[in-house]
């Protein structure tokens, strides 16, 4: 069984311009996190979709972020427009319905650096 | 005040003793208490899951809950270089509902050979 995939594994960007991160979560996995490490600081949750539902947004930062997860499948973190502060490792993860963030599997994470 | 608190090392000790990894919390609304391990640039990785307070044995790892102290400890036995890693804590509220993680800063653990 093939574990949870993120893309891209590293990005570069500029200040300014837009990002677009992909999480795959595990096959028949309806709970999809995403979270964020910065830089020194703890990992930190950004949102939680079942299936195509925003179950919990508390933890996205601003309106620049914007995730998205259509047809309940694969889902998407887009950033836009980037900001230094932006920076960090951004974690993806997935688990059975029920089994919420006890037994979530994580993916290898999308490092994000803004310069 | 952060809600967990975690000591973030280095902690280095030799091959084959016993180590101890702990965090506190500050709120005693969390049920579900995690311990994962994070090789570098990868994910990380769930070692065990605890719900409210006890003890609970994989192998040569033991997770304990304090929820009086509000305070959990990580025991990993025989310890293997191997086991050199970051480990975090990660706590939550409920497994249905209100499901986000809150972790702690993660302690980068060196098993000397």
């Known amino acids: 069984e093939a574990g949870v995939t993120q893309f891209p594994s590293h990005s570069v960007i500029e200040k300014g311009q837009t990002v677009t991160l992909r999480c795959d979560p595990i096959s028949g996995h309806d709970n999809l996190y995403w979270y964020r490490r910065v830089m020194g600081k703890e990992i930190k949750f950004l949102l939680h979709f079942v299936k195509e539902s925003k179950q919990d947004e508390s933890g996205m930062p601003n309106n620049r972020f914007l995730a998205e997860r259509t047809g309940g499948t694969y889902s998407t973190l887009k950033v836009q427009p980037a900001e230094l502060e932006d920076s960090g490792v951004y974690f993806c993860?997935?688990?059975?319905?029920?089994?919420?963030?006890?037994?979530?599997?994580f993916g290898q994470g999308t490092r994000l650096t803004v310069v | 005040q952060k809600e967990v608190e975690q000591d973030p090392g280095p902690l280095s000790v030799p091959e084959g003793a016993i180590v101890s990894l702990n965090c506190t919390y500050s709120n005693s609304a969390f049920q579900y208490f995690m311990w994962y391990r994070q090789y570098s640039r990868k994910g990380p990785e769930l070692l065990m899951y605890?719900?409210?307070?006890g003890n609970k044995e994989d192998g040569r790892f033991t997770a304990q809950v304090d929820k009086s102290s509000k305070y959990i400890s990580l025991f990993i036995r025989d310890s293997q270089p191997s086991d050199s890693a970051t480990y975090l804590c990660a706590m939550g509220l409920s497994n249905f509902g209100n499901e986000k993680l809150t972790f702690g800063t993660g302690t980068r653990l060196t098993i000397i050979p």
């Open positions: 993860a997935s688990s059975h319905l029920g089994q919420g963030g006890t037994e979530a599997f």
């Open positions: 605890t719900y409210s307070s």
